[in-house]
């Protein structure tokens, strides 16, 4: 990342990708893992995590796989995080995370008795699986029926199986449907992820830079923050993105702190942002250049080799 040695970092701060190193303990996410892992130890089939895009479901996902091993009882995890597949596909795939060899031409009954007998198996040596499934919303009806069919797996007394599906909105409002009834009443634990409040976002933030090694505890002015507050509507994925190119315009301009204008230029670059703003495309006609500028530098460093 071009910017790191100006602001004194280690490594990129607001990358997109979903880094456990850099969870941020806000009420939101410590209070869903707090319900997963009561949902999990209770034995609870089926759990629903409900978010927006980009309120972190996957970084939660990651993190609840990760501390399985320091959860009372012997857990064994499968991770689908794409589940746009059919019912046959939906079973070879967690057959291929719990290490199954199953042929190639196994029907969707074949696998659903393979994957009873292989439960049944953990069950015997005092293992529970717990199958997270992210981007839940794409799944077919069909699937999610799978899942249902495959969550009826269980002895006289526990679960054989526990599913946690992470998923946008979209997914609640199939569950209304008629047909998904059945499914729709085995989910006993539901959450829904809230947006960072003004105060959680700024310790996120601040969180994020400390991780990334930055020297200055308040690289963002209040008015910037203020103004993130609002551009992002407090989803952590947006929040990483203006806060991206706020730092990219503020080394445009040879700049230590993250200013107001920084932000502008951020948020007038960033359609959502813009629409949580209600300003129009060139609210701040000056916008562009700090983006602009900054992209030019790079260009330019990168064309003599000396990108910092």
Partial sequence: MIYLEHFGLQEAPFSLTPDTGYFCGTAGHLEALEVLQVALQSGEGFIKIIGEVGTGKTLLCRKLLGRLDAMEGDWVSAYLPNPLLGPVEIYRAIADELGLKVPSHATAHTLLKDLSAHLVALAAEGQRLVLCIDEAQVMSDKSLEALRLLSNLETE??????IVLF??????????QPGLRQLRQRL???YHLPPLSADAMARYVEHRLQVAGCPEPDLFTPAALKALERGSGGIPRMVNILCHKAMM?????????????HLKAAISDTDDARRN???PQKAWPWAGGLLAGAAALVFYL???????
């Fill in 249 to 261: 315009a503020a080394y445009g301009q040879g700049e230590q702190r993250i200013e107001l204008r």
């Fill in 167 to 176: 998923a946008q909105p979209e997914l609640d409002a199939r569950l209304s």
């Fill in 277 to 279: 703003t209600a300003l």
């Fill in 157 to 162: 007394k526990t679960k054989l199986l526990h």
């Fill in 302 to 308: 990168a064309a003599r080799g000396g990108m910092p």
């Fill in 188 to 190: 006993a634990f539901n």
